[in-house]
């Protein structure tokens, strides 16, 4: 697809309609409705339907690479703070490009499917590897890498209601998804305080990090 100003304003569009009317709910005449460009015009510019719909996507993920990139000396606990921060953020302020990404990648094929796929593989791979240098230094308890998809799936899933009149901001939001997976739902000293759900398990494999002994 082509690098212009004109490319970006019609992969926003593309991002805009999709998210409102789904990949196969709005095809090439509703795009050049939105775009304001004539069918032959579109085509130009875009190559395809599939190849579109690869670049919005591309972008999302590529752009979450380049901003998520961590600081290898600071402790494991504020970079995964930060990857949360970044996460967050990003999908509050591209919500129409990760509501296409998380809700019509499926209809990528061939290469831009295992492009897509790789890149998010990657991504995934970031917050695998603080995790594990957390296990490391001793700062989380070892948990299976299968969690990781988990605190993934908390972040992800927030283009379904995250919302710009919200009470809270997105960065605040995944502060208190931080506080959550890394602490635990219940504070060190209110242990023998009852709790509102059954306390089988705290969430998450106990969360991360390790228990702090208790203080005199």
């Not at 926003?12 to 409705?33: I, N, Q, V």
């Not at 710009?164 to 635990?184: E, H, K, Q, R, Y």
Request: aromatic share 6%.
């Amino acid at each position: 697809m082509r690098n212009s100003s004109r490319s970006t304003d019609i992969v926003r569009a593309a991002a805009s309609l999709w998210a409102r009317d789904g990949y196969k709910g709005a095809g090439m005449e509703a795009l050049t409705r939105s775009t304001g460009l004539q069918r032959g015009a579109l085509y130009h510019h875009i190559g395809s339907k599939e190849e579109l719909l690869h670049e919005v996507v591309h972008r999302a993920i590529q752009r979450l690479l380049e901003l998520s990139m961590v600081d290898n000396d600071r402790p494991a606990r504020e970079q995964l703070k930060e990857l949360s921060r970044t996460l967050m953020v990003d999908i509050a302020a591209h919500q129409d490009e990760w509501t296409v990404f998380f809700r019509e990648i499926g209809y990528l094929t061939g290469q831009r499917r295992a492009d897509i796929f790789a890149l998010r593989e990657q991504y995934e791979q970031r917050w695998v590897d603080v995790v594990q240098r957390g296990v490391a230094s001793g700062e989380f308890r070892p948990v299976h890498p299968l969690v990781v998809k988990g605190i993934l799936g908390m972040h992800n899933y927030s283009y379904l209601w995250l919302r710009p009149t919200g009470g809270m901001d997105a960065a605040a939001i995944a502060d208190l998804f931080s506080t959550v997976l890394l602490d635990g739902l219940v504070p060190d000293n209110q242990h023998t305080q009852p709790v509102a759900t059954p306390a089988r398990e705290t969430p998450l494999c106990q969360a991360l990090v390790r228990q702090a002994p208790d203080r005199e």
